[in-house]
Structures are given as C-alpha cells and as structure tokens.
T-cell receptor, first 114, second 117 residues
Framework: ETGVTQSPTHLIKTRGQQVTLRCSSQ?????VSWYQQALGQGPQFIFQ???????GRGNFPPRFSGLQFPNYSSELNVNALELDDSALYLC?????????????FGAGSRLTVL | AQKITQTQPGMFVQEKEAVTLDCTYD???????LFWYKQPSSGEMIFLIY??????QNATEGRYSLNFQKARKSANLVISASQLGDSAMYFC??????????????FGKGTHLIIQP
C-alpha cells in the first residue's frame, strides 16, 4: 500500500502571497487532516476533511482553507501569507470509523515566508 | 491550559538501556485516546502505539509499551533495549472522542531522545 505523499517538499514565498500544498492519502483512507508544526514545537491541528466536507477545525483563521477531492487527495491553501506561517505542514490520512482512528502522516511540506 | 505535557525537552540514553518518556494529559472527556509518534529528522511522523481510555491493559507494540495510569492522567512511553535508530523527537498526543473525534490530535511539545553508543 502507498503511504501519504505531499508536494512540494520545500518552498519559499514572500509575505502577502498565496500558497497551495497538496497531499495524496494512503490507499483505503477516507479522511484527511492538516497540521502546522512550527520549529521546535509539536504539530497543531488546522482542519479535517471527510466526504469532501470540513468536519473539524482548530484555532486557525479563515485564510487557511482546504479541499478534499473524490479520490481523497487534498489541498491546503493559505492566503495573505505572514512571516509566522513559516512551518512544516503535515498532512495525515485515516479511516473514519476504524476505532482508534490512527493517523498516517506524510513527510511534510516546509514553507518559508520571507 | 496545556492538554498534553511532556516535561523532558531532551534525553541522552546509552544504547541497549531502557528509556521512559513522560507524558501527562488533561481532559474531562471520558472517551479519549492517547498516541505516541516518533519524528526523525526527515520530518515524517511515525505512529508507535495507542492506548484507549477504556482499555484495561497497557498497550504494547514490540519494544514499545505504554505505562497508562488513568487516575494520574499519565501515559508514559517505555522503549526497551534502545537502539541508535531510536534517536528522534517523540510526541505524545491525545484525541477526545465524545465530540465525534473530528477535532484532531492535540500534541505535546515533544522530547528529543538521543541514543549514545
């Protein structure tokens, strides 16, 4: 089975720009979630998508938005980038209704905002 | 208030020794799960072990075991016979299920474990 893949692995943007990060879920998973991990910190939950709808959201402003596609892949969009948005963005997939709902993570996209 | 507390920012351990990584949590939800993840320098979070709040036995997965003390709200990870490849960041995380479990995982700040030969 293929794991979670994310692209791009690294990117640099300037303040005020917009960015789109992409994620392919693990085969057989129907739920995708996104996390932001600042340097030296644990990951923070951004939002979760199930059946192409956002069904959970952390404490992030509306300029963080997402999509889930019928093949369960996903995008994270961030508008009006700020310096504090510099972080590792982790995508995770899981199977809703599988009991523990263990997340399988990708290797992340490292965003630098200048 | 922090929901997950990991009090050891860094630890040095000799190869082949056992190591305990501390984690305490805070929740009023009776239904929750506790997870441990390993994050090597490559960045990918690797799932190690899970303990549900209603599980009667402590979870074990190979060299990993979880010392679950519910009354103390403690979920320490024990790694037996440590190996050089165990050097990484280790994160404790919790999911609360009563709201449907869609609120994601809450992570601690992590412990940087270094195994010395």
């Amino acid at each position: 089975e293929t794991g979670v893949t994310q692209s791009p692995t690294h990117l640099i943007k300037t303040r005020g720009q917009q960015v789109t990060l992409r994620c392919s879920s693990q085969s057989g998973h129907n739920t995708v979630s996104w996390y932001q991990q600042a340097l030296g910190q644990g990951p923070q939950f951004i939002f979760q998508y199930y059946r192409e709808e956002e069904n959970g959201r952390g404490n992030f402003p509306p300029r963080f938005s997402g999509l889930q596609f019928p093949n369960y892949s996903s995008e994270l969009n961030v508008n009006a980038l700020e310096l504090d948005d510099s972080a590792l963005y982790l995508c995770a997939s899981s199977l809703q209704g599988s009991g523990a709902n263990v997340l399988t993570f990708g290797a992340g996209s490292r965003l630098t905002v200048l | 208030a922090q929901k997950i507390t990991q009090t050891q920012p860094g630890m040095f351990v000799q190869e082949k020794e056992a190591v305990t990584l501390d984690c305490t949590y805070d929740t009023s939800d009776p239904s929750y799960g506790l997870f441990w993840y390993k994050q090597p320098s490559s960045g990918e979070m690797i799932f190690l072990i899970y303990q549900g709040s209603y599980d009667q036995q402590n979870a074990t997965e190979g060299r990993y075991s979880l010392n679950f003390q519910k009354a103390r709200k403690s979920a320490n990870l024990v790694i037996s016979a440590s190996q050089l490849g165990d050097s990484a960041m280790y994160f404790c995380a919790m999911r609360e299920y009563s709201g449907g479990g869609a609120d994601g995982l809450t992570f601690g700040k992590g412990t940087h474990l270094i195994i010395q030969p």
